[in-house]
């Protein structure tokens, strides 16, 4: 499991640099698969576990590595680089960054990386003798990124777990981060769980200078999107298809045998067209997850892609009955909470199957909704509208959208005016949704009306549409990196698709253009409608969940009103008691998305929270 930890201090300060010296020491000697890669005055990086693709074992094998800068220049480059253009060379394993590349990193701030690299990294650079660190996070967020004060000095970190065994974090509970996070869970902000601790955010730089810190938006990407929009289809099409195939292949060089997601959807079924043709010729295996029920079961999709692509398909099924989650209370320490059911039910298959098939990479097609534009048709209008104005294209844009939305074109076309007249917005939280089922009015309202909880891409932009605000808050939320229950069969998943080449080219193509010809994700199913069987080009429906998560709800009926009844959440006042109560009784109905609420998030919350405040000094926020 691939982690890095930084120590930042003001080199002239004699009691912080000897402060330095005795952490460097406890953290070599706590663990020795800890390695320095960076030690000059005012700034010492380790990693641990960087395996890479020489690595001995199969646990130690990691997609990520420490490349250090060179020349004058100082730091490491965390995690993963590739160069734009598609050159997959391999270099050799956590080899120096030359040192006119590590030049032009320094002296550009870090905006050499973002113009001619992308990867998933986190980069640590100072040049020459100068005392300001900066610390930079690719656009993807891939790889984590937290920071924390610790006495003298800043620490940078990926996992805070050794910083806890260490005694470098002392943590309390932040509920007002908690309380937003509940009804908005897919917002990211620079806050996190714990007072203490703070995430730099995709694509933002922080630059440490004596004992202050500051922070700078260095991608901006609603900038890029106005300044470059790709209104015409044919060329939308084109350069999705090019930054699409590029990242997936760039990827797949690194690995000789690969486990996928094949869900059957669009998005996976395209990332696997792309494996058929990466240059290295990877081996390929679909990993299939079912339900044999109804709408649940996905099967007869993930068959028929598995046999166009002429790759091996090992489908899983999944049985809601069967989930213990008494076992999520072995989750690992981290910053923020997640949705840990979903490593506790698929990390043990998708472990047992990259073992079978010896795969060193678990590839996936998560992120692509987003990215394509699969929902929110309807602010396609509006988007038009402020572009263009009233002009006649509006019309087939409306009808477009009520294709989608199977709604009447003049109802498209009166919502997208009256939205248009209105103004400018900067509230896309209401767009994610109605009241969560067990949140007090009260709570939710708070949140909604908070403008902190807007993603740092769309709190820094100007001119947005609605529909470009929709798209950057989709893809503002990084993926999970660390599994949920470590050891040493961590999986270290790949979700392709949420690359930069990709983001930068999706977020340039205008929601009215992603759904021409009124089919969601047009663009995409267009871009690769020579590779995939049509009924998958054509496919719009997605499988459902519902009875699976009634089954789990079932089965863990008596946990659950342990954990949630009295739980920490309701003890807040952030849960509604009496509703919780009402939906694990027997009396309740069969099915609803309310299982999912409590499922995923507030279930999720409780057991995070209850971890973590027998680690904290207060639980005060």
Known sequence: MYRYLVLVWDARDEGASSQARVLCSRVLAEDPAWSRVVDEPGLIAFHAD???????????LTSCESRPLSGRCRGVVFGR????????QLH????????????????????HLLDRCWGRYVAVFREGTHQKVSVLRDPSGGLPCYMVRYQHLSLVFSDIEPCLALGLAQVSINWKFIASMLPYSSMQTRDTGFNEVHELQPGERASFSGGSVEFALVWRPAELAARAPIVDSAQATAIVRESVKETVHAWASLHHSITHNLSGGLDSSIVLGCLR?????PRVTGIHYF????????REYARLVARHMDVELVECELDGATAQLEKLVNIRVAPKPWFYIYDLIHSPLEVRVMSEQGATGAFSGAGGDGLFM???ADLAVVDYLRHFGFRAGVVGVALDAARITRSSVWSMLHQGVLRHWRGPSRSVLPEFGGRRAVIPRAIYERARNDPSLLPIWIREAECLTPGLMWHLACLSTPPQFYESFGGPTTIERTPVLMSQPVMEACLRIPSYVWITGGRDRAIARKAFMDVLPQAVVRRTQKGLADRFNRKIFDRNATFLRE????????????????KIEELTSKDSSSEGFEYNEVLRHHLCTEIWAR??????TSSAG
């Open 291 to 298: 339900v044999p029920a109804g709408n649940e079961d996905e």
């Open 277 to 281: 043709s990466a240059p290295n010729e």
């Open 563 to 578: 954990m949630l009844l009295d739980g920490l959440l309701v003890r807040e006042g952030l849960l509604d008691r009496a």
């Open 92 to 111: 050799p394993l956590n080899s120096p960054i030359d040192a006119h590349e590590s030049e032009n990193i320094c002296n550009s701030g870090g905006q």
């Open 81 to 88: 680089l590739f160069k734009r253009g598609g050159d997959f």
């Open 611 to 616: 971890r973590c405040s027998r680690l904290t």
């Open 374 to 376: 699969q929902a929110r």
């Open 50 to 60: 960087a395996g890479g693709l020489e690595a001995a074992s199969r646990a130690q």
